[in-house]
């Protein structure tokens, strides 16, 4: 059987995949709470590029290409997509809807009760 590559980092066929994007991708870096459609089980992944079709997150495991999920962008809420790539530990996710990036860039408006200091957990 064939092997098909999935590797948008080393495959030609990326260079291809990016000219189509019209998308501005918006370099960050957040932390965003992901499932796999359907389930309750959260994990964390880091978010690296946010535009308003997609984004591309370091994942803690492989996820399958096509595989629905939701992601919760910090600013716009939960948000359905599907995993369009997977590589080198990273996928990147296709919106289902268009969304507003610059929503996760604004500030978080900090509530009135007293904050309580507590330890920040390792992603992986």
């Known amino acids: 059987m064939d092997h098909i590559s999935h590797d948008p980092l ?4 990326a260079e291809d995949a990016a000219a189509q994007r019209n998308d501005t991708r918006d370099s960050l870096l957040l932390v965003a709470r992901f499932r796999i459609e359907g389930s309750s089980e959260t994990m964390q992944v ?3 590029n946010l535009s308003s079709g997609g984004l591309m997150a370091d994942v803690p495991k492989p996820i399958d ?3 629905m999920v939701e992601i919760e962008v910090r600013g716009v809420g939960w948000v359905n997509g ?3 790539w997977v590589a080198a530990g990273r996928a990147g996710v296709a919106f289902d809807h268009p969304i507003d990036p610059q929503a996760a860039r604004k500030p978080v408006i900090a509530s009135s009760s007293p904050v309580k200091d507590k330890p920040i957990k390792p992603l992986f």
């Open 46 to 48: 880091r978010v690296r």
């Open 82 to 84: 599907r995993i369009a």
């Open 65 to 67: 290409i096509g595989t």
């Open 10 to 13: 080393t495959d030609g066929s």
